[in-house]
């Protein structure tokens, strides 16, 4: 079941962001950036305002919730007058290949193409995510530029590939 986050879900949000930030990122980058991330952006205090706090920029954190347990999460806002922005998109690493990553990224399409009306959408991807841009490309993203990852230190040579599709 899609559904909006509520605060009784940033422990379980926690958990499976900062679970799959490891599994996803552990080849390619250092583990000192994966936990600087970690604790900037997953941290429960951050994760609360997140999910308490919306506007049209941060919509809110979205999960995929079966048999009670959440498998993934989706968050994102709206950049510009008509594209919206999928910022983050997780799943537990033992739920990959089941569909859920799909489902999330349909349902939150919809909720912003309703809400927001968006033609466009875009998403930041790790340049060597190869767990990320398959799963992209399926669902119709190509690539638009290529740029620093966020948060990287001037010595951290980290990019990061923007994919947009037409929504």
Known sequence: MFRKAVEEDVLALEQLLTEAWRVTYEMLYSSD???RVIMEYYNP???MNEVTQTSREWSGYYV??????IVGCIGGGIDTEDNGSIY???LDPIEKGK???SALLENFTMLQKQTQKITTQTVSVAENNQMGLPFYDKMGFIKK??????NALENEDYQTLLLTREV
Not at 64 to 69: N, P, Q, R, S, V
Not at 145 to 150: E, P
């Open 64 to 69: 995929y919730e079966m048999e009670g347990k």
């Open 33 to 35: 950036y994966i936990e």
């Open 145 to 150: 530029a290529k740029q620093k990852t966020h």
């Open 88 to 90: 983050v998109l997780y």
């Open 99 to 101: 569909g859920y990553g």
């Open 45 to 47: 205090i951050r994760l």
